[in-house]
Antibody, heavy 119, light 107 residues
C-alpha cells in the first residue's frame, strides 16, 4: 500500500534552514508528481510546492518562492523540501502528498512533520 | 491566484441528516475541483475529484456537484465518522489553493 513518511521537522530559529524528507513506498515513485502542503496550528491547508515525476518542472506558492526548494531523488524514492530564511509564519505541519495525474489532486498524504520557527 | 471561499464555516447537523457544503471560486476552475476530509490529528483524505468523481473507497453517501465557480459537497446521511473538517481545492492552474474549510459538527 502507498506509504509516505515525512521527517526532518523540528525547532529552528528565524532566518535558519531546515530540510524535510518524504520517504515513499508502495507505488512507482518515479512515475508521479509530488506536493508539499502545510498547515499552521489551528489553521487551514496551504499548498506549498509541486514537482513533476522527472523533476523537470517545479511550482511554488508565492509565500515561499525564492526561499524553499522542492527536489526529489527517484533512485531513493524520496522527496525533499529545502527551507531557507525561515520565518515565524512558516511554523506548520508539513505534509507530502502524491499526485495521481499532473498538478491535480492529492490522493495520498503522509502524516506530516512539524516545523516550529522560534527564537 | 484563485481564491476559494467555503460556506458555512461551521455546520451543525444531526446524525442521519443531510449536510450540504458550498465552495465558491473567484474565477472559473471548470471541473478541476477536489474535496478533502480531515479529522483531528490526521492528514487530509481525498473524497472527490473532478468536482463529482468519488475517490477510491469513498462511500456513496458523499457526492459532489458543480462547475465553473460554484460547487457543492453533499453528505446524504451523516454517520458518526463524518463529523470532521472539509476542504475544497482547485487545480485549474498554479498556484493550487484551498478553501478555508467547513467544520461539520454534531447538533
Amino acid at each position: 500500500q502507498v506509504q509516505l513518511v515525512e521527517s526532518g521537522g523540528g525547532v529552528v530559529q528565524p532566518e535558519g534552514s531546515l530540510r524535510l524528507s518524504c520517504a515513499a513506498s508502495g507505488f512507482a515513485f518515479s512515475s508521479y508528481g509530488m506536493h508539499w502542503v502545510r498547515q499552521a496550528p489551528g489553521k487551514g491547508l496551504e499548498w506549498v510546492a509541486f514537482i513533476r515525476s522527472d523533476g523537470s518542472k517545479k511550482y511554488y506558492a508565492d509565500s515561499v518562492k525564492g526561499r524553499f526548494t522542492i527536489s526529489r531523488d527517484n533512485s531513493e524514492n524520496t522527496l525533499y523540501l529545502q527551507m531557507n530564511s525561515l520565518r515565524a509564519e512558516d511554523t506548520a505541519v508539513y505534509y507530502c502528498a502524491k499526485d495521481p495525474t499532473v498538478g491535480g489532486t492529492l490522493d495520498y498524504w503522509g502524516q506530516g512533520t512539524l516545523v516550529t520557527v522560534s527564537s | 491566484e484563485i481564491v476559494m471561499t467555503q460556506s458555512p464555516a461551521t455546520l451543525s447537523v444531526s446524525p442521519g441528516e443531510r449536510a450540504t457544503l458550498s465552495c465558491r471560486a473567484s474565477q472559473s476552475v471548470s471541473s478541476k475541483l477536489a474535496w478533502y476530509q480531515q479529522k483531528p490529528g490526521q492528514a487530509p483524505r481525498l473524497l472527490i475529484y473532478g468536482a463529482s468523481t468519488r475517490a477510491t473507497g469513498i462511500p456513496a453517501r458523499f457526492s459532489g456537484s458543480g462547475s465553473g465557480t460554484e460547487f457543492t459537497l453533499t453528505i446524504s446521511s451523516l454517520q458518526s465518522e463524518d463529523f470532521a473538517l472539509y476542504y475544497c481545492q482547485h487545480y485549474n492552474n498554479w498556484p493550487l489553493t484551498f478553501g478555508g474549510g467547513t467544520k461539520v459538527e454534531i447538533k
